[in-house]
């Protein structure tokens, strides 16, 4: 194993299980993995030239995202682009953890099944999309809590103010900074600084382990954020009035978080660490089913 494709989080189960099913019942994966790695300008000019022409498909969807795509059918940009990629110390899981880890275990029982297979066996692979570094959005991803843990609002906010500087807000709050978040609490928005001081390790320095490790653990009781049914998460692409629609349709409570950078993610992973669930949420994104890889027919 060379170990080249980097991950920085860990699924969460429930996901993955219903992921396996997924694929093992349509005997198909609809959804890539994302992968991106680190600019490199011989691989940038290839697609370049692999992409010059019209593209193969396109259109745009009823969100007014547009999506185009090209075959590179010209060998000498295919083996170019191969051997450049063999070039690249890592790629790097962007998105797609439930999808990859999932696509694994459907290989390994069919493996169990019908034996290892050989080059050709459809399962023993998964489909992914390459983007450079500079090609990708990272965007904030939002965390909704159902409860406050048995505290009434006073008792909460009290216990805030002793890791966080409080300031209630007239507009919703979009972090700006690094240890800076929004919370949304009965109809008004709070700005939350942080005390520190800021860990040194990178993944205790990260944002959403500072607000786990000094809100939603110690305050909240959300322990394992990947498998306590009180949290949600919520995309940044969605805008900070999703974040007042849970609170008040079936949450108590919402943070708004400064996004995570890729460079983060990349020290993360190359040091074999793992992220807080849910830290990062990369555009753009082709639509579910635009791709699929079919897997080996089965009796």
Same mark, same amino acid.
């Given at each position: ?6 991950? /920085?989080?860990?699924?969460? +189960? ?7 099913? /997924?694929?093992?019942? !349509? ?5 890539? *993995?994302?992968?991106? $790695? ?33 075959? !590179? ?16 110390? &890592? ?31 459809? $399962? ?12 990708? /959005?990272? $965007?904030?991803?939002? +965390?909704?809590? &159902? ?9 909460? !906010? ?86 007042? +629609?849970?609170? /008040? ?8 978080? $400064? ?9 993360? &992973? ?16 082709? +639509?579910?089913?635009?791709? *699929? ?7």
């Amino acid at each position: 194993m060379e170990d080249r494709i980097k991950k /920085h989080e860990k699924p969460r +189960r429930e996901k993955e299980e219903d992921r396996v099913d /997924h694929i093992d019942r !349509l005997n198909a994966q609809t959804g890539p *993995i994302f992968l991106t $790695y680190r600019n490199n300008d011989v691989i940038a000019d290839l697609i370049a030239k692999g992409t010059a022409g019209a593209p193969g498909l396109g259109f745009t969807t009823d969100d007014n995202m547009t999506h185009r795509g090209w075959t !590179l059918s010209e060998r000498a940009i295919v083996d170019g682009l191969v051997e450049a990629f063999k070039e690249q110390e &890592a790629l790097y899981i962007a998105d797609g953890h439930h999808r990859s880890a999932s696509a694994v275990r459907v290989a390994k029982l069919r493996r169990e099944q019908f034996g290892p297979g050989d080059g050709d066996t459809e $399962y023993n692979y998964f489909m992914a999309i390459l983007y450079p570094a500079d090609q990708l /959005h990272v $965007y904030d991803y939002n +965390r909704v809590v &159902a409860d406050l843990n048995g505290l009434s609002e006073e008792e909460f !906010l009290e216990k805030l103010e002793e890791k966080f500087v409080v300031t209630e807000m007239e507009d919703a709050v979009r972090p700006e900074k690094k240890g800076e978040f929004g919370m949304f609490l009965t109809d008004r928005w709070y700005r939350l600084n942080f005390k520190g001081p800021v860990p040194s390790d990178v993944i205790e320095a990260l944002d959403v382990s500072i607000l786990q490790d000094n809100l939603l653990a110690p305050i909240l009781g959300i322990d394992d954020p990947r498998s306590d049914e009180r949290i949600d998460f919520v995309g940044g692409v969605r805008g900070l009035k999703e974040l007042e +629609r849970r609170v /008040h349709e079936d949450m108590i409570v919402a943070f708004s978080m $400064y996004p995570t950078a890729l460079e983060e993610l990349m020290a993360v &992973a190359d040091g074999g660490k793992v992220m807080p669930p849910k830290s990062t949420w990369f555009e753009p994104k082709p +639509r579910s089913g635009l791709f *699929i890889h079919e897997l080996d027919e089965i009796n």
